[in-house]
């Protein structure tokens, strides 16, 4: 019950201030459900503030939302060209229950390669139950093409954590490239495919998930 209202809260205080609504329908071997994203990136005069909010309908059994995570993330310019300051949290709930806890902190370098930007964040990373601190590496992308109407967009994130059943610790890659057609200023059709090694539990080597999404745009930032 606890996972259904917290997922209910989110759904409705995110709703009104997100900037995009992403449905997404991923069809593999053994995975087979809907995703929804709720998305904000917001600039202002002291550095920007991002969030997302993904929801999955996924648990046999299940009706509504079976997982959440979200993340937020804010970044204060300093007064050194292309760096700031960022502070970020990430969070979840589970139909099992919670699904982690993890504060991060660290710098942001805005990477400027003429024909794609692609800002870097070098992070302090502390997770719920983690015996040590970790760190993380992060980098997004986003490049117009075709006048706007085609996006490739994305991150990488690389992160070390403690490894199950181990004294050890190993490290995660998680990437989400994007491409979308933009049918018009708010509707986009698209998807994504999330490559990973060490991020599903359970599973072995490198996975690659394919989605086929739509977008509606609430704000233009084409």
Request: charged share 15%.
């Amino acid at each position: 019950m606890f996972h259904r209202i917290v997922s209910l809260i989110l759904l409705l205080s995110t709703f009104t201030a997100a900037q995009n609504f992403q449905i997404h329908y991923e069809a593999s071997e053994d995975r087979e459900f809907f995703v929804t994203t709720l998305e904000m990136f917001k600039p202002d005069q002291y550095g920007s503030t991002f969030w997302f909010v993904d929801m999955e309908y996924a648990a046999p059994g299940v009706r509504g939302v079976s997982l959440s995570y979200w993340e937020i993330a804010r970044a204060f310019t300093l007064p050194i060209n292309n760096l700031s300051a960022t502070i970020q949290y990430n969070d979840g709930v589970a139909n099992f229950g919670s699904i982690g806890q993890a504060w991060l902190a660290g710098i942001n370098y805005y990477l400027d390669l003429g024909f794609i930007a692609m800002p870097i964040d070098i992070l302090y990373r502390a997770s719920q139950g983690a015996d040590s601190p970790d760190f993380q590496l992060t980098t997004t992308w986003f490049v117009p093409l075709m006048d706007g109407n085609i996006e490739l967009s994305g991150f990488i994130d690389l992160w070390s954590q403690d490894e199950f059943g181990s004294d050890e610790k190993q490290m995660v890659i998680l990437t989400e490239p994007q491409i979308w057609y933009n049918a018009n200023e708010h509707l986009s059709i698209g998807g994504e495919v999330e490559i990973s090694n060490n991020f599903v539990f359970g599973a072995d080597g490198v996975q690659a998930l394919p989605t086929i999404g739509l977008r509606w745009t609430f704000l233009n930032y084409i």
